[in-house]
């Protein structure tokens, strides 16, 4: 998504590090940010922004959905919210184990 809805000049940031017991994933860029029409709903199926103009791309709204799902069934969660300067991804994953992250 992060590739999808960003503009080729901006960027996207992947930070991953090493909690207490799990793993935080960080995908942030520089885009226009997550409409609030839809924050609160982003991980429902089928949601996607009806105010997305036809020229851009817009998906059936299941892929995050999905993500949502994936990441419930290892134990972990996943959230969305606005920054200043684009939107930022955030999920984490249990570690049972030592990882080298």
């Known amino acids: ?4 809805y960003t503009k080729e000049k901006d960027q996207i940031t992947i930070h ?3 909690l ?3 793993v935080q994933f960080m995908i942030k860029d ?8 839809i924050l609160d709903h ?5 949601v996607t ?6 020229d851009s791309q817009k998906g ?3 892929g995050l959905a999905i993500c949502k799902a994936i990441i419930q069934a290892h134990g972990g969660k996943i959230w969305a919210k606005n ?19």
């Open 1 to 4: 998504n992060a590739i999808k």
């Open 16 to 18: 991953v590090k090493k």
């Open 60 to 62: 059936i709204g299941l």
């Open 20 to 22: 207490e017991n799990e």
């Open 42 to 46: 982003i991980f429902e199926e089928f």
């Open 83 to 101: 920054e200043t300067d684009g939107a930022c991804f955030i999920f984490t994953i249990p570690s049972d184990k030592e990882l080298n992250v």
């Open 49 to 54: 922004d009806t105010n997305v103009s036809n």
């Open 30 to 37: 520089t885009g226009s940010g997550i409409s609030k029409n």
